[in-house]
């Protein structure tokens, strides 16, 4: 193993064997998405230690987007509410506190990032003080305005300030902000 300090984010060279089928679906992957088979690899490493070691402890189970949809097209929006409120925070907070040693605004809004991939795709968008959240999902409105309640509930638990900016169908847009950074930096909140 090498390692190079030279880049923002030191890197470690790693060479492994992997059976040879595994190997050329990688390259015909990374080269549909357009990137090299070094950053295809580093995305799948990343992927695991920040979401995949800990799904089986969270007691995360593989389920359509399909089958999301029907499933929140059958509730109403008070079942909806009341759903997030109890179980909203609560991936954000394990994924937290089994990545991060403490906790932190920057390192929250890293696993809100993380923890959102799984719905789709996701554009954050750091301004300080402000981070902005945009996860198209695709799957129905009633599931946009359980992602909002759910960050709501976060955001209360944790002393943040939260405007959700859209909420369709497809999407939910969300700017957070730390309170006590937010009211040190601007004269109005």
């Not at 759910?150 to 999407?171: G, P, V, W, Y």
Request: net charge negative.
């Amino acid at each position: 193993m090498t390692k190079n300090n030279n880049t923002k984010h030191s890197s470690t060279s790693l060479s492994c064997r992997i059976e040879q089928e595994v190997y050329d679906a990688l390259v015909e992957d990374a080269s549909k998405k357009g990137i090299s088979l070094n950053s295809l690899m580093n995305n799948i490493a990343k992927h695991h230690i920040t979401w995949k070691r800990y799904a089986d402890e969270i007691g995360f189970v593989p389920i359509t987007k399909r089958m999301l949809g029907k499933i929140f097209h059958n509730l109403d929006e008070d079942t909806i509410t009341q759903l997030a409120k109890e179980i909203g925070g609560t991936v954000p907070r394990e994924l937290l506190f089994l990545n991060y040693d403490k906790m932190s605004f920057e390192n929250l809004m890293n696993i809100l990032e993380i923890n959102a991939n799984r719905f789709g795709s996701v554009k954050h968008i750091i301004a300080n003080p402000f981070h902005t959240l945009n996860i198209h999902h695709g799957i129905n409105k009633k599931f946009s305005h359980f992602l909002a309640e759910s960050h709501h509930t976060l955001a209360d638990e944790m002393s943040l300030k939260l405007e959700i900016t859209n909420a369709d169908e497809n999407t939910v847009c969300m700017k957070f902000s730390d309170l006590d950074k937010h009211a040190s930096t601007s004269t109005t909140i």
